[in-house]
């Protein structure tokens, strides 16, 4: 595209934008716009081995259904508007109804039903057979003119060559043996307790920037919760995640990711929990978390 920054897109013109111009972690997770209305996209996510988050279960990552909305809720921000204005993530509420059923797409509904002059409001629901059984809901503000860039207009993943693949490595006697998903990420033990989650292209949401997309910020930060809420319990089942809101503070820079947990309050069978991640100071978190995990006494309790 050549227009300039304020030229407005026809709605056809921006559904194929949204389409050809995503993210790249969007992108190569296989998520399809399969239709459009003005303020509304319906998307769907096949199903891959690489998305589990545990082998024993077969049960997709939380993160991958975070990263699902977050992606899903902003191309419905985008369809609210007219392709000329950068957007970003301010927080995002994601409430887990229930597992997904292991070997099946998911599909997302996200309405953006509110815009202001800076902020868009955003509601979408997660299913595989019906919206009306979710998997997960989400609830998202999104900040309008976020930064100077517009993918709609700056980017082609066309002309950047191959993209990245997401895979996971045989890693058998590490600490995420039996979660793809954590593999594919490289999340590893860091010091005192935190994880790390390396940069790579394959994490990217705005490639411009370049950012680190808000869905795998918000998958990070998850991740790291369960690890730390499991290892300072003493529990030998992981909990089940309930909610969980993401504030997001600052871009995701292409620098490594730092992650910490802390309990905020345990009962017999919930425990609060915030978690925080930052890059080269943890003095300044790009994200942090707020949830609620189910303690459970084996793996089949849900």
Known sequence: MTQSSNTTLPFDDL??????RRSIYGSISGLRLDRAAPGEAWASLPYRPVFVGDTETGVLHGGVVTAMLDESCGMAVQLALDGTRAIATLDLRIDYQKPATPGHDIRAHAICYRVTRLIAFVRATAYQDSEDDPVATATACFMIDANRTNMLRDWAMEAHGPLPALEAPDDPTGPFATSPFALCLGIRAGDDDTLVMPFS???????ILPAIHG?????????????????????????KPIGLTINYLRSGRALDSHGRVSIVKQGRRVVAFEAQTWQDDPAKPIASAFGHFMLRQNIDEE
């Open 215 to 239: 869905g795998i910020t918000g998958a990070f930060l998850e991740t790291t919760a369960i690890v730390g809420v499991t290892r300072e319990l003493g529990v030998e089942v992981r909990p």
């Open 201 to 207: 292209p394959k994490i990217i949401g705005n490639p």
């Open 15 to 20: 559904t194929r934008a949204i389409q050809a």
